[in-house]
């Protein structure tokens, strides 16, 4: 599985931004895939993730209620709807994918990885 994440930019705070991830190869549709993303200085931290079908979604803590992930199997996309953005949310974000997991929330637990996008969050 390739994987192209695009639709980072610069936004104000309280602002919204939605990232895509392309997925190339017949085995995104049997991919759990997760949004993570890594701030200047810190680690790699989970985001968002979704099962095969779309039918189950997790998130971290700091992001529910304002970020929603999806994805479009006919399509091999996944998407992060990124709302009510704050300074503390600028980060590189990456699409990750995972063959064996239901759906993942550790780095480790991914097979394959996008090249990230930067979001800039500006207060």
């Known amino acids: 599985v390739q994987l192209q994440a695009s639709g980072g930019g610069l936004v104000q705070a309280g602002g919204s931004l939605r990232l895509s991830c392309a997925a190339s190869?017949?085995?995104?549709?049997?991919?759990?895939m997760g949004w993570f993303r890594q701030a200047p200085g810190k680690e790699r931290e989970f985001v968002a993730a979704?099962?095969?079908?779309?039918?189950?979604?997790y998130y971290e803590d700091s992001v529910k209620g304002r970020f929603t992930i999806s994805r479009d199997n006919a399509k091999n996309a996944v998407y992060l709807q990124m709302n009510s953005l704050k300074s503390e949310d600028t980060a590189v974000y990456y699409c990750?994918?995972?063959?064996?997991?239901?759906?993942?929330?550790?780095?480790?637990?991914?097979?394959?990885w996008g090249q990230g996008t930067l979001v800039t969050v500006s207060s």
């Open positions: 990750a994918a995972d063959l064996t997991s239901p759906t993942g929330r550790t780095a480790i637990q991914y097979d394959y």
């Open positions: 190869g017949r085995a995104f549709s049997s991919s759990s």
């Open positions: 979704i099962s095969r079908n779309g039918g189950s979604t």
